[in-house]
């Protein structure tokens, strides 16, 4: 009987160990960001940079495409959001990759926020669509620079730990950056947040503070306003400032009632008085007692009343005149009122064309002089009306009384012309439209 052979032991190569020039773009971590100029100019300038790797894909008129590998001083997630909100590009998160372990603290993909991956496709509708599926895209990953348990880091990477942040970027876009169709598609920078919110703060409505904001804009661009109004980041549209004076709303008054509408209230009567530079405003708390009510008890004997140990609290302003206030108030207006009747005597008596218009004001007086309330009414209205108001306000039931004849008459005009079109000639003959052809032979 043959006996069976004894097994080949199973040995497995190991694959050999790569070197660092093999594993990575390059060996050292020298800053060396000023050897590359295009790219210093679009990379934000606080931050330091290692470039591994630069490649100039194609220079358009627009922009200049191309593709880079940077290493980064950052440490925090923080730090790396803050980075992506400041690159000349709005990008969009793509996707998100857990973190591995020990090795990977951070690790997302953007692209560009030209790319919406809408569920259907824009083509042909005639709508104007912000998607163009640009292919630009970047990479971040942040790597932990110590281990787990606080050790120095062990990694044979020659950027570890002074540039713990990877950012692969392929800056290739198939639409135009600095142009108005584009920028009109950016993200509502901080800047013009805190200035739209000092501006709610001051009393304005979203469209007067867009207003505002664009004043500025014109006095510090001069004749270059047209391209930074169209800059979403610099001047937001008006939805958007509806939407951040609704969220200011709510974050200040939270509550309809209660003591978060008294906090919120008295939040806003300090910043009035502030900004007045004086107590003009003041809010106090008042107890004030329920109205008791006897119930109905068919009981005669008891006739005893609730006792009143609930109160409640109301919230009371009071507005406090300045002294300064009350003595221009008390001032009397007779004297004044001479010396403006002076001045115009002057006046209509140096200029003879306005004798007629004196003669009517003399009438007028005369009129109302007896009736204290007339005389107060006109004396309100006296100058808020110009003469060309008051013909315009005059002649608006004229005209729509004209507006309306003109109308009818155009209406009955089109029924006669409707009637003649369907009626038939009193003549028809062989060259007659309505008359019948020739029979022939």
Not at 99 to 120: A, E, I, S
Not at 146 to 172: F, K, W, Y
């Amino acid at each position: 009987m043959r006996m069976a052979e004894p097994a080949k032991a199973c040995t497995r190569k190991l694959k050999p160990r790569l070197s660092n020039k093999e594993r990575f773009h390059c060996v050292t971590a020298d800053i060396n960001i000023s050897q590359y100029p295009a790219l210093k100019d679009w990379l934000p300038s606080h931050h330091e940079y290692h470039i591994c790797d630069y490649k100039a894909i194609r220079q358009t008129q627009d922009h200049l495409d191309f593709a880079t590998t940077i290493r980064m001083s950052l440490s925090t997630i923080e730090e790396i959001q803050q980075f992506v909100k400041d690159l000349p590009i709005t990008w969009r998160i793509d996707r998100t990759r857990p973190p591995k372990g020990q090795r990977v603290l951070f690790k997302v993909d953007y692209r560009c926020h030209h790319n919406t991956k809408p569920r259907k496709s824009a083509e042909g509708s005639g709508r104007r669509t912000k998607n163009t599926n640009c292919p630009a895209k970047m990479a971040v990953t942040l790597q932990r620079p110590q281990a787990s348990s606080g050790r120095q880091c062990r990694s044979t990477d020659p950027h570890m730990p002074t540039l713990p942040t990877i950012v692969h970027i392929t800056n290739e876009h198939n639409h135009n950056i600095h142009v108005g169709d584009a920028l009109r598609y950016k993200d509502v920078g901080e800047e013009a947040k805190q200035k739209l919110k000092k501006l709610f703060e001051a009393g304005h409505s979203p469209s007067t503070a867009l207003d505002v904001l664009k004043y500025d804009l014109q006095l510090e661009h001069g004749d270059k306003y047209p391209n930074a109004s169209a800059d979403r980041s610099i001047c937001p549209d008006l939805q958007f400032c509806y939407r951040l004076y609704h969220q200011v709303s709510k974050q200040d008054f939270t509550t309809c009632e209660g003591a978060g509408m008294a906090e919120a209230l008295e939040r806003q009567i300090d910043m009035y008085n502030n900004q007045c530079g004086d107590q003009c405003t003041k809010l106090t708390t008042v107890s004030v007692s329920p109205p008791s009510t006897i119930p109905p008890n068919p009981d005669p004997v008891d006739t005893s009343q609730p006792e009143e140990d609930d109160s409640t609290q109301t919230c009371v302003m009071e507005q406090e005149v300045t002294k300064a206030a009350e003595g221009a108030e008390a001032a009397n207006p007779v004297d004044k009122l001479k010396s403006s009747l002076a001045g115009l005597c002057e006046l209509v008596e140096k200029d003879s064309s306005l004798w007629p218009a004196a003669h009517d004001l003399i009438k007028g007086i005369e009129k109302v002089q007896h009736s204290p309330a007339k005389l107060a009414s006109a004396m309100h209205a006296f100058g808020c009306y110009s003469c060309m108001t008051l013909m315009t306000k005059r002649a608006k039931p004229l005209r729509r009384r004209t507006q309306t004849s003109s109308v009818a008459r155009q209406k009955a005009k089109l029924g006669r012309h409707r009637l003649a079109a369907g009626r038939a000639g009193k003549t028809s003959g062989p060259d007659h439209e309505n008359g019948q052809p020739e029979d022939r032979q």
